[in-house]
């Protein structure tokens, strides 16, 4: 499905999952999951990880910006 995108996004970060249980995007490119807040979320090493099947989701980014739009 194409998009637009604004012309800043020039380069793109894959490997975002959509959790089951706290309904938000996590990076999956790490070797843990991260932290859910999701009480419902299984407990891994014990803390709640973020789970789930899920589409790769490719998030636009602008390596040079920041947020607030002031360069780094």
Known sequence: MA???PDAA???QR???HCIHC???WWN???TNGWC???NAP???GRRTHTG???DFYLPADPEGSIGGTPH
């Open 53 to 55: 099947p899920s589409w």
């Open 3 to 5: 998009l637009d995108l």
């Open 23 to 25: 309904l938000g995007l």
């Open 15 to 17: 490997d975002w999952r």
């Open 10 to 12: 020039n380069t793109y």
């Open 37 to 39: 807040p999701s009480p």
């Open 43 to 45: 407990v891994v090493d």
């Open 29 to 31: 490119g790490a070797a």
